[in-house]
């Protein structure tokens, strides 16, 4: 059974760069979308990006100047730096698995119990 | 980008009763849109795929149709489970975007 395991510092004070971990459990990381999505208290889920097992990625063009995603294959985990954040960032933040389709990536199967972020001095 | 437009914004209903959700694509979207299930505390769920699949899984009682810019994310009969708030997600264009949710109360 794969799972996804958030992990990172809770707070993070405006300015700095939000750094969060995704440790995929019981399953491999490859042929699959690795993907980052979050939920501003009250509000909708917002796509961030994906790496992608080959190593190419994709971001959403909001946050693209800011935002890298990356993974480490030999731990098995999936890394989202995000730089310059603001109160905005605060978040739920999910990592989740998106599966292959025929026309690329298809939806996304197993997530994250999520890690909420606050940006607060 | 692609707006989806889910309604309505709130569904008050009791376990047993038919539970209808839309959402409406900003253009069309083909057949590229999936549903999921969110509860506080829990992984997200993934229910359907592709507008109309149902995720390894899923009850039988989770129905998804539709296609272009209009869908429509059926249970037939809700369980006490199934209150919860429900997302629709498109993949045809970049960036991938969510509708603004439903949730469906007891």
């Known amino acids: 059974q794969v799972q996804l395991q958030e992990s990172g510092p809770g707070l993070v004070k405006p300015s700095e760069t939000l750094s969060l971990t995704c440790t995929v459990s019981?399953?491999?990381?490859?042929?699959?979308?690795w993907t980052w999505i979050r939920q501003p208290p009250g509000k909708g889920l917002e796509w961030i990006g994906f790496?992608?097992?080959?190593?190419?990625?994709k971001y959403n063009p909001s946050l693209k100047s800011r935002v890298t995603i990356s993974q480490d294959t030999s731990k098995h985990q999936i890394s989202l730096r995000l730089s310059s954040v603001t109160a905005a960032d605060t978040a739920m933040y999910y990592c989740?698995?998106?599966?292959?389709?025929?026309?690329?990536?298809?939806?996304?199967?197993?997530w994250g119990q999520g890690t909420m972020v606050t940006v607060s001095a | 980008e692609i707006v989806l437009t889910q309604s309505p914004a709130t569904l008050s209903l009791s376990p047993g009763e038919r539970a209808t959700l839309s959402c409406r694509a900003s253009q069309s979207v083909s057949i590229f849109l999936a549903w999921y299930q969110l509860k506080p505390g829990q992984a997200p769920r993934l229910l359907i795929f592709d507008a109309s699949n149902r995720a390894t899984g899923i009850p039988a009682r989770f129905t998804g149709s539709g296609s272009g810019t209009d869908f429509t994310l059926t249970i037939s009969s809700l369980e006490p489970e199934d209150f919860a708030v429900y997302y629709c997600q498109q993949r045809s264009d970049w960036p991938l975007t969510f509708g603004g949710g439903t949730k469906v109360e007891i």
């Open positions: 019981g399953g491999s990381i490859s042929s699959y979308y």
């Open positions: 989740a698995r998106g599966i292959a389709g025929s026309a690329g990536l298809d939806a996304f199967d197993i």
């Open positions: 790496v992608y097992y080959s190593g190419s990625s």
